[in-house]
Protein backbone atom coordinates (compact mmCIF):
# COMPACT_ATOMS: atom_id res chain seq x y z
CA UNK A 1 0.00 0.00 0.00
CA UNK A 2 2.95 2.23 0.76
CA UNK A 3 4.36 1.80 -2.57
CA UNK A 4 1.42 2.56 -4.34
CA UNK A 5 0.30 5.52 -2.45
CA UNK A 6 3.60 7.02 -2.36
CA UNK A 7 4.65 6.26 -6.02
CA UNK A 8 1.19 7.46 -7.10
CA UNK A 9 2.10 10.91 -5.24
CA UNK A 10 5.24 11.38 -7.47
CA UNK A 11 8.41 9.87 -4.87
CA UNK A 12 10.70 7.42 -6.23
CA UNK A 13 10.04 4.06 -4.34
CA UNK A 14 12.92 1.06 -3.82
CA UNK A 15 10.68 -2.01 -3.42
CA UNK A 16 13.20 -4.58 -1.69
CA UNK A 17 11.86 -8.37 -1.58
CA UNK A 18 13.58 -11.16 -0.09
CA UNK A 19 11.67 -13.34 -2.51
CA UNK A 20 11.49 -13.47 -6.52
CA UNK A 21 9.55 -11.61 -8.56
CA UNK A 22 5.58 -13.48 -8.40
CA UNK A 23 2.81 -12.17 -10.98
CA UNK A 24 -0.38 -14.44 -10.67
CA UNK A 25 -0.86 -14.15 -14.28
CA UNK A 26 2.95 -15.83 -15.33
CA UNK A 27 1.79 -19.29 -16.66
CA UNK A 28 5.30 -20.27 -15.49
CA UNK A 29 4.45 -20.32 -12.13
CA UNK A 30 0.62 -20.40 -11.90
CA UNK A 31 -1.09 -23.14 -10.42
CA UNK A 32 -4.85 -22.07 -10.65
CA UNK A 33 -6.66 -24.59 -12.79
CA UNK A 34 -4.56 -27.34 -12.95
CA UNK A 35 -6.31 -30.95 -12.02
CA UNK A 36 -5.77 -33.06 -9.58
CA UNK A 37 -3.82 -35.52 -11.22
CA UNK A 38 -1.31 -33.60 -12.63
CA UNK A 39 0.62 -33.78 -9.51
CA UNK A 40 1.60 -37.19 -8.46
CA UNK A 41 0.95 -36.33 -4.55
CA UNK A 42 -2.55 -35.19 -6.29
CA UNK A 43 -1.25 -31.57 -4.33
CA UNK A 44 -0.36 -33.02 -1.53
CA UNK A 45 2.25 -31.09 0.61
CA UNK A 46 5.76 -31.68 -0.04
CA UNK A 47 7.40 -27.78 0.40
CA UNK A 48 4.57 -26.07 0.80
CA UNK A 49 2.68 -25.54 4.20
CA UNK A 50 -0.90 -25.88 2.63
CA UNK A 51 -0.36 -27.93 -0.15
CA UNK A 52 1.62 -28.37 -3.73
CA UNK A 53 -0.72 -25.98 -5.65
CA UNK A 54 -0.82 -23.35 -2.66
CA UNK A 55 0.91 -20.33 -3.81
CA UNK A 56 3.05 -19.30 -0.72
CA UNK A 57 6.87 -19.77 -1.99
CA UNK A 58 8.02 -20.52 1.96
CA UNK A 59 6.36 -21.77 5.26
CA UNK A 60 7.22 -22.28 8.82
CA UNK A 61 10.31 -23.95 7.85
CA UNK A 62 12.16 -22.21 5.41
CA UNK A 63 15.35 -23.78 4.23
CA UNK A 64 18.47 -22.01 5.37
CA UNK A 65 16.20 -19.56 7.57
CA UNK A 66 15.89 -20.66 11.01
CA UNK A 67 14.63 -19.77 14.13
CA UNK A 68 14.33 -21.11 17.67
CA UNK A 69 12.48 -21.03 20.38
CA UNK A 70 13.43 -21.12 24.12
CA UNK A 71 12.11 -21.88 28.12
CA UNK A 72 9.40 -24.16 26.83
CA UNK A 73 7.70 -21.54 24.26
CA UNK A 74 5.33 -22.32 21.30
CA UNK A 75 5.93 -20.09 17.86
CA UNK A 76 4.97 -21.23 14.52
CA UNK A 77 6.60 -18.50 12.27
CA UNK A 78 5.29 -18.61 9.11
CA UNK A 79 7.47 -16.39 6.14
CA UNK A 80 6.17 -16.16 2.16
CA UNK A 81 9.57 -15.34 0.42
CA UNK A 82 7.60 -13.60 -3.07
CA UNK A 83 6.89 -10.70 -4.39
CA UNK A 84 3.44 -9.92 -2.68
CA UNK A 85 4.55 -12.64 -0.05
CA UNK A 86 1.25 -13.60 2.07
CA UNK A 87 -1.15 -11.59 0.26
CA UNK A 88 -0.59 -14.44 -2.38
CA UNK A 89 -2.28 -17.09 -0.79
CA UNK A 90 -4.00 -15.26 2.29
CA UNK A 91 -8.03 -16.24 3.49
CA UNK A 92 -8.95 -12.65 1.89
CA UNK A 93 -10.98 -11.72 5.15
CA UNK A 94 -11.31 -8.04 5.13
CA UNK A 95 -12.76 -6.71 8.32
CA UNK A 96 -12.79 -3.33 9.69
CA UNK A 97 -11.77 -3.10 13.40
CA UNK A 98 -14.65 -1.62 15.01
CA UNK A 99 -14.48 2.00 17.55
CA UNK A 100 -14.45 -0.69 20.25
CA UNK A 101 -11.55 -2.54 19.36
CA UNK A 102 -9.04 0.65 19.61
CA UNK A 103 -9.99 1.03 23.12
CA UNK A 104 -10.36 -2.23 24.46
CA UNK A 105 -8.94 -1.22 27.95
CA UNK A 106 -11.69 0.68 28.84
CA UNK A 107 -14.04 -2.22 28.68
CA UNK A 108 -11.67 -4.89 30.58
CA UNK A 109 -8.94 -3.00 31.62
CA UNK A 110 -6.51 -5.07 29.85
CA UNK A 111 -3.88 -4.40 27.57
CA UNK A 112 -3.83 -0.34 26.36
CA UNK A 113 -5.68 1.50 24.28
CA UNK A 114 -4.64 2.69 20.85
CA UNK A 115 -3.51 6.78 20.21
CA UNK A 116 -5.59 6.42 17.15
CA UNK A 117 -9.60 5.54 17.08
CA UNK A 118 -11.65 4.28 14.23
CA UNK A 119 -12.48 8.05 13.29
CA UNK A 120 -9.10 8.65 12.47
CA UNK A 121 -9.48 5.13 10.24
CA UNK A 122 -12.65 5.69 8.49
CA UNK A 123 -11.09 7.82 6.13
CA UNK A 124 -8.87 5.26 5.11
CA UNK A 125 -10.94 2.00 5.45
CA UNK A 126 -13.76 3.57 2.62
CA UNK A 127 -10.28 4.48 0.11
CA UNK A 128 -9.60 0.69 0.94
CA UNK A 129 -12.80 -0.72 0.21
CA UNK A 130 -13.35 1.45 -3.16
CA UNK A 131 -9.31 0.90 -4.35
CA UNK A 132 -9.54 -2.83 -3.81
CA UNK A 133 -13.01 -3.95 -3.39
CA UNK A 134 -14.80 -6.04 -0.94
CA UNK A 135 -17.95 -8.19 -0.97
CA UNK A 136 -20.20 -8.25 1.78
CA UNK A 137 -23.65 -6.10 3.72
CA UNK A 138 -24.68 -3.35 5.43
CA UNK A 139 -25.71 -4.49 8.91
CA UNK A 140 -25.32 -1.68 11.05
CA UNK A 141 -23.45 -3.56 13.50
CA UNK A 142 -21.41 -0.85 15.90
CA UNK A 143 -18.98 -4.07 16.45
CA UNK A 144 -18.67 -4.71 12.32
CA UNK A 145 -18.38 -1.14 10.60
CA UNK A 146 -20.35 -1.01 7.47
CA UNK A 147 -18.48 -0.48 4.18
CA UNK A 148 -18.14 0.43 0.46
CA UNK A 149 -19.81 -3.51 -0.61
CA UNK A 150 -19.19 -5.37 -3.67
CA UNK A 151 -22.54 -8.13 -4.03
CA UNK A 152 -22.08 -11.06 -1.72
CA UNK A 153 -21.92 -14.35 -3.17
CA UNK A 154 -25.24 -16.60 -1.86
CA UNK A 155 -24.52 -18.84 0.53
CA UNK A 156 -24.31 -22.96 -0.43
CA UNK A 157 -26.03 -25.89 1.06
CA UNK A 158 -24.12 -26.53 3.79
CA UNK A 159 -24.07 -22.43 4.60
CA UNK A 160 -27.69 -22.30 4.45
CA UNK A 161 -28.14 -25.47 6.83
CA UNK A 162 -25.12 -23.34 8.97
CA UNK A 163 -27.04 -20.15 9.29
CA UNK A 164 -30.50 -22.26 10.78
CA UNK A 165 -28.23 -24.25 13.45
CA UNK A 166 -26.62 -21.18 14.52
CA UNK A 167 -29.67 -18.27 14.45
CA UNK A 168 -31.07 -21.63 16.66
CA UNK A 169 -28.43 -21.25 19.21
CA UNK A 170 -28.89 -17.22 18.86
CA UNK A 171 -25.16 -17.23 17.29
CA UNK A 172 -25.02 -14.37 14.68
CA UNK A 173 -24.48 -15.12 10.73
CA UNK A 174 -23.83 -12.62 8.43
CA UNK A 175 -22.75 -12.84 4.59
CA UNK A 176 -18.94 -12.95 4.84
CA UNK A 177 -16.30 -9.90 4.02
CA UNK A 178 -13.55 -11.38 1.55
CA UNK A 179 -11.77 -8.92 -1.08
CA UNK A 180 -12.94 -10.65 -4.10
CA UNK A 181 -14.21 -9.01 -6.85
CA UNK A 182 -18.05 -9.96 -7.45
CA UNK A 183 -18.44 -7.54 -10.28
CA UNK A 184 -15.79 -5.49 -12.18
CA UNK A 185 -14.86 -2.13 -10.42
CA UNK A 186 -11.87 -1.14 -13.44
CA UNK A 187 -10.40 -2.69 -16.72
CA UNK A 188 -7.49 -3.67 -14.42
CA UNK A 189 -8.76 -6.67 -12.70
CA UNK A 190 -11.40 -9.54 -13.69
CA UNK A 191 -14.28 -10.71 -11.89
CA UNK A 192 -14.41 -13.59 -9.71
CA UNK A 193 -16.18 -16.70 -11.29
CA UNK A 194 -16.34 -19.03 -8.35
CA UNK A 195 -13.63 -21.66 -9.31
CA UNK A 196 -12.83 -21.85 -5.43
CA UNK A 197 -9.16 -21.77 -5.55
CA UNK A 198 -8.00 -18.15 -4.04
CA UNK A 199 -5.69 -19.36 -2.63
CA UNK A 200 -3.35 -20.51 -5.65
CA UNK A 201 -3.35 -16.75 -6.19
CA UNK A 202 -6.12 -15.70 -9.13
CA UNK A 203 -4.35 -15.08 -12.69
CA UNK A 204 -7.30 -12.32 -13.20
CA UNK A 205 -6.82 -10.10 -10.55
CA UNK A 206 -10.19 -11.03 -9.35
CA UNK A 207 -8.82 -11.36 -5.69
CA UNK A 208 -6.08 -9.20 -3.66
CA UNK A 209 -2.85 -9.46 -3.36
CA UNK A 210 -0.49 -6.18 -2.61
CA UNK A 211 1.02 -7.00 -6.39
CA UNK A 212 -1.98 -7.53 -8.56
CA UNK A 213 -3.52 -4.60 -6.58
CA UNK A 214 -1.03 -2.55 -6.02
CA UNK A 215 2.09 -2.41 -6.90
CA UNK A 216 1.91 -3.95 -10.77
CA UNK A 217 -1.17 -0.04 -11.23
CA UNK A 218 1.28 1.99 -9.75
CA UNK A 219 3.91 0.75 -11.75
CA UNK A 220 1.39 1.27 -15.07
CA UNK A 221 0.47 4.37 -13.57
CA UNK A 222 4.43 5.90 -14.75
CA UNK A 223 5.46 4.96 -11.10
CA UNK A 224 9.32 5.20 -10.18
CA UNK A 225 9.36 2.19 -8.73
CA UNK A 226 12.61 0.10 -8.91
CA UNK A 227 12.24 -3.61 -7.54
CA UNK A 228 14.83 -5.30 -6.27
CA UNK A 229 14.32 -9.18 -5.55
CA UNK A 230 16.06 -11.90 -3.85
CA UNK A 231 17.44 -9.51 -1.26
CA UNK A 232 17.66 -10.09 1.92
CA UNK A 233 17.99 -7.24 4.09
CA UNK A 234 20.30 -7.24 6.85
CA UNK A 235 20.03 -4.09 8.63
CA UNK A 236 18.94 -0.49 8.41
CA UNK A 237 22.00 1.87 8.04
CA UNK A 238 22.20 5.13 9.54
CA UNK A 239 24.47 8.24 9.57
CA UNK A 240 26.81 9.71 12.80
CA UNK A 241 23.88 11.07 14.23
CA UNK A 242 21.85 8.08 14.16
CA UNK A 243 19.36 8.91 11.39
CA UNK A 244 18.57 6.14 8.83
CA UNK A 245 20.16 6.33 5.62
CA UNK A 246 19.16 3.47 3.68
CA UNK A 247 19.29 -0.26 4.13
CA UNK A 248 21.85 -3.27 3.32
CA UNK A 249 20.85 -6.49 1.73
CA UNK A 250 21.93 -9.53 0.48
CA UNK A 251 21.90 -10.36 -3.01
CA UNK A 252 20.95 -14.01 -2.47
CA UNK A 253 22.22 -14.61 -6.47
CA UNK A 254 25.69 -13.96 -5.76
CA UNK A 255 25.57 -13.89 -2.17
CA UNK A 256 26.76 -10.09 -2.16
CA UNK A 257 26.24 -7.39 0.03
CA UNK A 258 24.76 -4.49 -1.36
CA UNK A 259 23.22 -0.55 -0.27
CA UNK A 260 20.69 1.13 -0.77
CA UNK A 261 20.13 4.82 0.31
CA UNK A 262 16.96 6.90 0.82
CA UNK A 263 15.45 9.69 2.85
CA UNK A 264 12.87 7.92 4.33
CA UNK A 265 13.16 4.00 5.27
CA UNK A 266 10.06 2.39 5.77
CA UNK A 267 9.72 -1.49 6.93
CA UNK A 268 6.55 -3.30 5.97
CA UNK A 269 8.52 -7.25 6.26
CA UNK A 270 5.74 -8.69 8.75
CA UNK A 271 5.81 -7.79 12.51
CA UNK A 272 8.57 -10.14 13.34
CA UNK A 273 10.55 -9.87 10.31
CA UNK A 274 10.49 -5.74 10.89
CA UNK A 275 11.71 -6.52 14.71
CA UNK A 276 14.89 -8.34 13.37
CA UNK A 277 15.96 -5.99 11.24
CA UNK A 278 15.71 -3.37 13.74
CA UNK A 279 17.03 -5.29 16.36
CA UNK A 280 20.06 -5.95 14.03
CA UNK A 281 20.42 -2.16 13.04
CA UNK A 282 22.93 -1.08 15.78
CA UNK A 283 25.03 1.09 15.97
CA UNK A 284 26.84 4.06 18.49
CA UNK A 285 23.50 5.73 18.06
CA UNK A 286 21.21 3.07 18.64
CA UNK A 287 23.23 0.59 20.68
CA UNK A 288 20.08 -1.80 21.70
CA UNK A 289 18.89 -1.75 17.97
CA UNK A 290 17.22 0.86 15.73
CA UNK A 291 14.76 2.89 17.54
CA UNK A 292 14.79 0.57 20.32
CA UNK A 293 15.75 3.15 23.71
CA UNK A 294 12.25 1.67 24.93
CA UNK A 295 13.87 -1.98 25.02
CA UNK A 296 10.50 -2.25 23.65
CA UNK A 297 10.81 -3.61 19.98
CA UNK A 298 9.61 -7.53 19.37
CA UNK A 299 7.75 -6.89 22.58
CA UNK A 300 3.37 -7.50 23.21
CA UNK A 301 4.04 -10.08 20.50
CA UNK A 302 -0.04 -11.76 19.82
CA UNK A 303 -1.47 -13.91 17.25
CA UNK A 304 -4.61 -14.92 17.02
CA UNK A 305 -6.42 -17.62 18.88
CA UNK A 306 -7.63 -20.80 16.87
CA UNK A 307 -9.43 -23.89 16.82
CA UNK A 308 -11.77 -26.03 15.10
CA UNK A 309 -14.30 -28.83 15.13
CA UNK A 310 -15.99 -31.14 12.08
CA UNK A 311 -19.25 -33.41 12.05
CA UNK A 312 -20.07 -35.42 10.00
CA UNK A 313 -23.79 -34.46 8.41
CA UNK A 314 -26.20 -37.07 7.39
CA UNK A 315 -28.41 -34.70 5.53
CA UNK A 316 -25.44 -33.92 2.93
CA UNK A 317 -24.83 -37.54 1.65
CA UNK A 318 -26.14 -38.85 -1.38
CA UNK A 319 -26.15 -35.60 -3.48
CA UNK A 320 -26.72 -34.86 -6.56
CA UNK A 321 -23.60 -33.40 -8.36
CA UNK A 322 -23.43 -29.94 -9.33
CA UNK A 323 -20.88 -27.07 -8.92
CA UNK A 324 -21.47 -25.44 -5.59
CA UNK A 325 -17.32 -24.06 -5.34
CA UNK A 326 -18.20 -20.36 -4.84
CA UNK A 327 -15.10 -18.35 -4.05
CA UNK A 328 -12.00 -19.74 -2.08
CA UNK A 329 -13.33 -19.45 1.09
CA UNK A 330 -16.67 -18.76 3.47
CA UNK A 331 -19.94 -16.99 1.90
CA UNK A 332 -20.78 -16.61 5.59
CA UNK A 333 -19.71 -15.92 9.22
CA UNK A 334 -20.35 -14.76 12.55
CA UNK A 335 -19.18 -11.80 13.86
CA UNK A 336 -18.26 -12.28 18.16
CA UNK A 337 -22.28 -12.27 19.33
CA UNK A 338 -21.60 -12.29 23.61
CA UNK A 339 -20.71 -9.72 26.02
CA UNK A 340 -17.34 -10.53 27.64
CA UNK A 341 -18.42 -9.40 31.43
CA UNK A 342 -20.33 -12.47 31.71
CA UNK A 343 -17.84 -14.98 30.22
CA UNK A 344 -14.39 -16.78 31.55
CA UNK A 345 -11.92 -14.60 28.91
CA UNK A 346 -12.22 -10.86 28.37
CA UNK A 347 -12.35 -10.98 24.55
CA UNK A 348 -13.91 -12.22 21.67
CA UNK A 349 -13.73 -14.30 18.39
CA UNK A 350 -15.52 -14.94 15.50
CA UNK A 351 -16.20 -18.06 14.06
CA UNK A 352 -15.59 -19.37 10.03
CA UNK A 353 -17.73 -22.13 8.18
CA UNK A 354 -16.16 -24.72 6.06
CA UNK A 355 -17.55 -27.37 3.91
CA UNK A 356 -18.79 -28.25 0.60
CA UNK A 357 -18.41 -30.52 -2.22
CA UNK A 358 -14.70 -29.25 -3.70
CA UNK A 359 -12.65 -30.62 -6.29
CA UNK A 360 -11.55 -33.62 -4.39
CA UNK A 361 -7.87 -34.15 -4.26
CA UNK A 362 -5.63 -35.74 -1.87
CA UNK A 363 -7.68 -36.60 1.71
CA UNK A 364 -10.71 -37.02 -0.19
CA UNK A 365 -12.16 -40.04 1.25
CA UNK A 366 -9.57 -40.82 4.06
CA UNK A 367 -10.81 -43.06 6.33
CA UNK A 368 -14.65 -43.26 5.58
CA UNK A 369 -14.87 -45.80 8.59
CA UNK A 370 -15.44 -42.88 10.21
CA UNK A 371 -18.34 -42.27 8.83
CA UNK A 372 -19.69 -45.35 7.88
CA UNK A 373 -19.87 -46.53 11.73
CA UNK A 374 -22.46 -43.40 12.69
CA UNK A 375 -25.04 -45.09 10.35
CA UNK A 376 -23.94 -49.05 11.57
CA UNK A 377 -22.85 -49.70 8.00
CA UNK A 378 -20.40 -52.62 7.60
CA UNK A 379 -16.98 -50.84 7.51
CA UNK A 380 -13.70 -51.63 5.02
CA UNK A 381 -13.94 -51.58 1.50
CA UNK A 382 -12.41 -51.74 -1.41
CA UNK A 383 -13.06 -51.60 -5.61
CA UNK A 384 -16.33 -50.41 -6.61
CA UNK A 385 -17.82 -50.16 -3.09
CA UNK A 386 -15.07 -47.81 -1.51
CA UNK A 387 -15.53 -45.55 -4.67
CA UNK A 388 -19.76 -45.75 -4.41
CA UNK A 389 -18.48 -44.66 -0.41
CA UNK A 390 -16.37 -41.75 -1.68
CA UNK A 391 -19.20 -40.43 -3.76
CA UNK A 392 -22.04 -40.71 -1.04
CA UNK A 393 -20.11 -39.00 1.67
CA UNK A 394 -18.71 -36.39 -0.47
CA UNK A 395 -19.38 -32.54 1.00
CA UNK A 396 -21.11 -34.29 3.77
CA UNK A 397 -18.02 -32.79 6.24
CA UNK A 398 -18.84 -29.77 7.32
CA UNK A 399 -16.46 -27.46 9.94
CA UNK A 400 -16.20 -24.21 12.20
CA UNK A 401 -13.33 -22.54 13.04
CA UNK A 402 -12.92 -20.18 15.74
CA UNK A 403 -10.91 -17.16 15.59
CA UNK A 404 -10.00 -14.93 18.45
CA UNK A 405 -8.23 -12.06 20.42
CA UNK A 406 -5.84 -12.74 22.81
CA UNK A 407 -4.49 -10.12 25.20
CA UNK A 408 -0.81 -8.62 24.43
CA UNK A 409 1.68 -9.57 26.92
CA UNK A 410 4.87 -8.25 27.47
CA UNK A 411 6.53 -11.11 28.08
CA UNK A 412 5.06 -12.66 25.00
CA UNK A 413 8.08 -11.25 22.59
CA UNK A 414 11.39 -12.26 19.82
CA UNK A 415 14.67 -11.49 20.52
CA UNK A 416 17.54 -11.92 17.94
CA UNK A 417 19.17 -15.16 19.33
CA UNK A 418 23.23 -14.65 19.97
CA UNK A 419 24.06 -17.88 18.98
CA UNK A 420 22.27 -18.67 15.34
CA UNK A 421 23.04 -17.32 12.26
CA UNK A 422 21.19 -17.53 8.93
CA UNK A 423 22.64 -18.86 5.22
CA UNK A 424 23.54 -15.35 4.94
CA UNK A 425 24.57 -14.75 8.13
CA UNK A 426 22.34 -12.67 9.77
CA UNK A 427 21.46 -13.32 13.29
CA UNK A 428 17.96 -14.52 13.61
CA UNK A 429 15.01 -14.93 16.11
CA UNK A 430 14.01 -16.74 19.18
CA UNK A 431 10.79 -16.79 20.85
CA UNK A 432 9.38 -16.27 23.98
CA UNK A 433 5.77 -17.08 23.88
CA UNK A 434 2.80 -19.20 25.74
CA UNK A 435 -0.82 -18.68 25.78
CA UNK A 436 -2.62 -17.36 29.15
CA UNK A 437 -5.71 -18.68 30.59
CA UNK A 438 -7.52 -15.78 29.09
CA UNK A 439 -6.74 -17.61 25.51
CA UNK A 440 -7.03 -21.29 27.11
CA UNK A 441 -10.52 -20.68 28.60
CA UNK A 442 -11.67 -18.74 24.97
CA UNK A 443 -11.05 -22.18 23.44
CA UNK A 444 -12.92 -23.95 25.71
CA UNK A 445 -15.81 -21.62 25.20
CA UNK A 446 -15.48 -22.33 21.51
CA UNK A 447 -15.68 -26.09 21.66
CA UNK A 448 -18.95 -25.77 23.33
CA UNK A 449 -19.85 -23.29 20.66
CA UNK A 450 -19.04 -25.66 17.84
CA UNK A 451 -20.27 -28.92 19.37
CA UNK A 452 -23.97 -26.85 19.80
CA UNK A 453 -24.12 -25.78 16.12
CA UNK A 454 -23.12 -28.51 13.99
CA UNK A 455 -25.27 -30.98 16.34
CA UNK A 456 -28.20 -28.25 15.75
CA UNK A 457 -27.07 -29.38 12.15
CA UNK A 458 -28.10 -32.65 12.69
CA UNK A 459 -23.79 -33.49 12.73
CA UNK A 460 -22.34 -36.17 14.53
CA UNK A 461 -18.80 -34.55 15.67
CA UNK A 462 -15.54 -36.17 14.59
CA UNK A 463 -12.73 -36.89 17.11
CA UNK A 464 -13.06 -36.52 20.68
CA UNK A 465 -13.28 -33.73 22.04
CA UNK A 466 -10.09 -32.08 23.34
CA UNK A 467 -9.68 -31.38 27.16
CA UNK A 468 -7.72 -29.42 28.95
CA UNK A 469 -4.39 -30.91 29.20
CA UNK A 470 -4.59 -29.87 25.00
CA UNK A 471 -5.81 -26.61 26.31
CA UNK A 472 -8.93 -27.09 24.56
CA UNK A 473 -8.16 -27.38 21.17
CA UNK A 474 -6.22 -24.30 20.83
CA UNK A 475 -3.77 -23.90 18.10
CA UNK A 476 -0.11 -23.28 19.03
CA UNK A 477 0.57 -19.50 18.37
CA UNK A 478 1.71 -18.33 14.86
CA UNK A 479 -0.77 -20.76 13.22
CA UNK A 480 -3.39 -18.68 12.40
CA UNK A 481 -0.60 -16.39 10.86
CA UNK A 482 -1.57 -13.19 12.29
CA UNK A 483 1.19 -12.47 14.56
CA UNK A 484 1.06 -8.58 15.39
CA UNK A 485 2.39 -5.88 18.05
CA UNK A 486 6.08 -6.35 18.04
CA UNK A 487 6.49 -2.84 17.34
CA UNK A 488 3.95 -0.94 19.26
CA UNK A 489 1.87 2.31 18.60
CA UNK A 490 1.60 5.15 21.18
CA UNK A 491 2.21 9.06 22.45
CA UNK A 492 4.74 7.86 24.63
CA UNK A 493 8.50 6.80 23.97
CA UNK A 494 9.26 5.41 26.98
CA UNK A 495 6.02 2.68 26.50
CA UNK A 496 5.93 2.90 22.44
CA UNK A 497 7.69 2.46 19.52
CA UNK A 498 6.57 4.44 16.66
CA UNK A 499 3.87 7.50 16.94
CA UNK A 500 0.00 7.35 15.84
CA UNK A 501 1.31 7.68 11.97
CA UNK A 502 3.81 4.82 12.21
CA UNK A 503 6.94 6.65 12.87
CA UNK A 504 9.66 5.70 14.77
CA UNK A 505 10.10 7.58 17.97
CA UNK A 506 13.80 8.01 18.07
CA UNK A 507 14.00 7.84 14.21
CA UNK A 508 11.73 10.05 12.41
CA UNK A 509 12.52 8.97 8.88
CA UNK A 510 11.98 5.93 10.18
CA UNK A 511 8.40 4.28 9.59
CA UNK A 512 6.90 0.25 9.77
CA UNK A 513 3.52 0.13 7.79
CA UNK A 514 3.22 -3.57 8.93
CA UNK A 515 1.37 -5.16 11.74
CA UNK A 516 3.96 -4.15 14.59
CA UNK A 517 2.56 -1.17 15.57
CA UNK A 518 -0.83 -3.05 16.30
CA UNK A 519 -1.43 -2.50 20.19
CA UNK A 520 -4.11 -5.39 19.90
CA UNK A 521 -5.50 -7.36 17.82
CA UNK A 522 -9.43 -7.69 18.09
CA UNK A 523 -11.46 -10.81 17.05
CA UNK A 524 -10.62 -9.89 13.36
CA UNK A 525 -8.57 -10.41 10.95
CA UNK A 526 -5.40 -7.78 10.37
CA UNK A 527 -5.01 -7.59 6.93
CA UNK A 528 -7.68 -4.34 6.28
CA UNK A 529 -6.33 -2.43 9.28
CA UNK A 530 -2.47 -2.85 8.23
CA UNK A 531 -3.46 -1.34 4.86
CA UNK A 532 -5.33 1.64 6.12
CA UNK A 533 -2.99 2.18 8.55
CA UNK A 534 -0.46 2.42 5.67
CA UNK A 535 -2.74 4.56 3.43
CA UNK A 536 -2.67 6.79 6.41
CA UNK A 537 1.24 7.16 7.02
CA UNK A 538 1.63 7.39 3.24
CA UNK A 539 -0.29 10.46 3.03
CA UNK A 540 1.81 11.57 6.28
CA UNK A 541 5.03 10.91 4.59
CA UNK A 542 3.45 13.11 1.52
CA UNK A 543 2.91 15.84 3.40
CA UNK A 544 6.35 16.00 5.27
CA UNK A 545 8.09 15.62 1.68
CA UNK A 546 6.18 19.00 1.14
CA UNK A 547 7.16 20.62 4.11
CA UNK A 548 11.06 19.70 3.23
CA UNK A 549 11.41 17.78 6.50
CA UNK A 550 12.79 14.88 4.63
Known sequence: MATKALADAGLKVAVVEAGPFFDPADPKTQTQFKWPYESPRRGANTQRAFGEFDMAYGGWDVEGEPYNLVNGSSFHWFRS?????????????????????????????????????????????????????????????????????????????????????????????????????????????????????????CSIYADFSSGSCLIF???????QIDLFVNAMVKN?????????????????????????????????????????????????????????SSNLVGRYLHDSTGSDRAAFIPALMDRKRYNEDGVGGMHVYSPWWLDNKNLDFPRGYHLEVWGGMGMPSYGTGFNL??????????????????????????????????????????????????????????????????????????????????????????????????GKEKKYGLHNPGLIIHEVGTTRMGDDPKTSVVNRFEQMH?????????????????????????????????DYIINEFKKQNF
Open 217 to 223: PAQKNGG
Open 369 to 466: DDLNKHLGLELGGYGNRLREDVKRFHGAVVGISGRGEAIARKDNYCEIDPSTVDQWGIPVLRFHYKWSDFEINQAKHMHDTFEEVLTNMGGKLLGDRP
Open 81 to 201: RMLGGRTNHWGKISLRFGPRDFKSKDRDGLGENWPIGYEDLKPYYDKVDQLIGVFGSKENMETEPDGFFLPPPKPRLHELMYINAARKSKVAVIPSRLSILTKRINQDRGVCFYCNQCSRS
Open 506 to 538: DVDNVFIVDAGPFLSQADKNPTWTILALAWRTS
Open 236 to 292: VNVDKNGRATGVSFINKTDNKEYKLKAKVVILAASACSSARILLNSKSTAHPNGLGN
